[in-house]
């Protein structure tokens, strides 16, 4: 058997459909992690699967600096769904690239290095992005850059002083996902938007889990009346394809420096994430709140230490441990869900779900805790 990096789960996932996924042996579970909120609009929807066999039979791929229509398409839809000005787009393949983008944008347009971040942030795995990446345990091993100052999420007075005239960005996320899905206090993104403003540091909210509507809203920002100068977004752009994407303020834009990628904005990724924007508009951010309001009140029911989110991003602190309860709900339940560090079970369920996908997932919690 040849080897493999990822660390393998004991079940042999062959296909999707909606918020479902079946084995080998065609057993069927429910996927409330929805592949760490890649399938936001369900597996294999049936627009999106039209649209990426559409795309693929006329053209499977042509590097970004030859336009098409697909692809100019993309950059239109994005930046109308933009918060504020931020319609300056640049299309990648991973979340961790976006961010690597604002990172180097930010640095650029500012020409400064420091970057402040927050304890328990998750931003990604490459170099540049790892480094604002707070636990111990991604960064072991790797020479990451410096110039990176970490602070207590949440902190405002804490966050006001880190940032100075030293440095080229702040960067965070509306809610804390892999840190063990915190949400922001009401006033703190307004704080980082004012000491930005203050400084001329530029603001990035990472999306890149928050947006799309889970959160109840398109972009989790939203709902905190705060525009940043840069927001990545990626995981479910492309309903699983790989695909993500940087919304620049102008003034990062102008200065963005000599930054490309071969596989930019790819036809076929961009005609999934097309399809992907249509159904997500189809009232699914709604969807999204009022499910997810159900969802946590009935949650916190049960015997669990701490139920938070927004939206359908929900993390669940059990007392003993979230390894074991993620075992039981997938092999006693059929359910899927996943961590977010040791104690916290994390729900991403496609934004599709409805009250009785949730009533089961609190039922098999409740049998389980």
């Keep these: 058997m040849s080897g493999f990096v990822f660390g393998e789960k004991p079940i042999q996932i062959e296909s999707g459909e909606g918020p479902y996924v079946y084995d080998d042996d065609e057993n069927e579970y429910l996927d409330m992690g929805a592949s760490y909120a890649c399938a936001p609009v369900g597996h294999c929807h049936p627009d999106v699967v039209e649209a990426v066999e559409s795309q693929a039979s006329d053209l499977l791929f042509v590097q970004g600096s030859y336009p098409t ?14 918060p504020g000005e931020l319609d300056n787009v640049w299309l990648c393949n991973s979340g961790t690239e976006a961010n690597e983008a604002a990172l180097k944008f930010a640095r650029h347009a500012t020409g400064r290095e420091k970057v402040v971040a927050a304890k328990r942030a998750f931003h990604g795995r490459t170099l540049g992005a790892l480094a604002a990446t707070w636990k111990q345990k991604y960064r072991e091993g790797f020479a990451v850059p410096e110039h990176v100052e970490f602070v207590d999420y949440g902190d405002s007075d804490a966050l006001a002083e880190a940032v100075d005239d030293e440095t080229a960005a702040v960067i965070l996320e509306p809610i804390q996902g892999e840190g063990g899905v915190h949400p922001a206090p009401e006033g703190y993104l307004q704080a980082a938007r004012d000491a930005c403003d203050e400084t001329g ?10 947006g799309l509507g889970r959160t109840g809203s398109l972009w989790a920002c939203e709902q905190a009346g705060v525009v940043p100068d840069a927001l ?12 993500g994407a940087t919304l620049v303020a102008d003034w990062l834009a102008e200065d963005s420096g000599d930054h490309g990628s071969t596989f930019s904005g790819g036809p076929v990724p961009c005609a999934a994430a097309l399809a992907t924007l249509d159904v997500l508009e189809d009232d699914l951010a709604a969807n999204a709140a009022s499910v997810g309001d159900y969802l946590q009140e009935q949650l916190a029911e049960l015997p669990v230490r701490d139920v938070r989110g927004d939206g359908l991003m929900i993390g669940v602190e059990v007392k003993r441990g979230a390894n074991r309860a993620l075992r039981a709900l997938a092999m006693n339940h059929g359910i ?4 977010a560090g040791r104690t916290v079970v994390r729900l991403l369920p496609p934004l599709t779900v409805t009250e009785s996908h949730a009533d089961r997932v609190v039922d098999a919690l409740a049998e389980e805790l």
């Design 69 to 82: 229509e697909t692809r100019t398409a993309l950059y239109d839809r994005l930046g109308d769904l933009a």
């Design 201 to 210: 540091a530029a603001l990035v909210f990472d999306e890149i889990q928050t």
């Design 232 to 243: 990545t977004v990626a995981k479910g752009l492309g309903s699983g394809l790989p695909i």
């Design 336 to 339: 899927l869900a996943l961590p």
